[in-house]
């Protein structure tokens, strides 16, 4: 028998779905500033958080940049809300696993994303932008 091999939108749903009774930003601000011991499953967790706490949220957009040394993890939900960030390192394969799952290698790109949760489907718009020293991803909800 084949052993399927997990993907990063299949982990990224399942995060989602394994979360989704937490309480959100405690969890996300137990994760502010740690080592990673596995950088990917943290990356994801991390990601899956913050969707799930912009979803509850009822934001317009979810943004997550980094430039040199500042890292920025937002909200925008009317007003814009500051989240707890990641460290750098979880922060970078944040940035790589959605490059990853959206197929982008470009250093500029879009396109549509749909998200699988338990009470159905989020069709969102990913924005991903990298520059010299700048990253940026943007989840824009409808």
Not at 59 to 84: D, R, T, W
Not at 132 to 137: G, M
Request: a negative charge.
């Amino acid at each position: 028998m084949e052993k399927l091999s997990m993907n990063y939108h299949l982990k990224l749903q399942e995060m989602c779905d394994c979360y989704m009774e937490r309480d959100f930003l405690p969890a996300m601000q137990a994760m502010a500033g740690i080592d990673s011991e596995d950088l990917a499953e943290d990356a994801i967790k991390y990601l899956a958080l913050a969707i799930m706490y912009a979803i509850t949220q009822k934001a317009e957009k979810l943004s997550f940049k980094k430039k040199g040394e500042e890292l920025k993890v937002m909200i925008n939900n009317g007003s814009k809300e500051k989240l707890p960030t990641p460290s750098a390192a979880i922060l970078d394969k944040v940035f790589e696993i959605m490059r990853t799952i959206l197929h982008i290698e470009e250093d500029k790109g879009e396109m549509d994303f749909s998200l699988g949760l338990r009470s159905g489907e989020v069709n969102v718009r990913v924005e991903v932008e990298k520059k010299a020293d700048k990253q940026s991803l943007k989840i824009v909800f409808p």
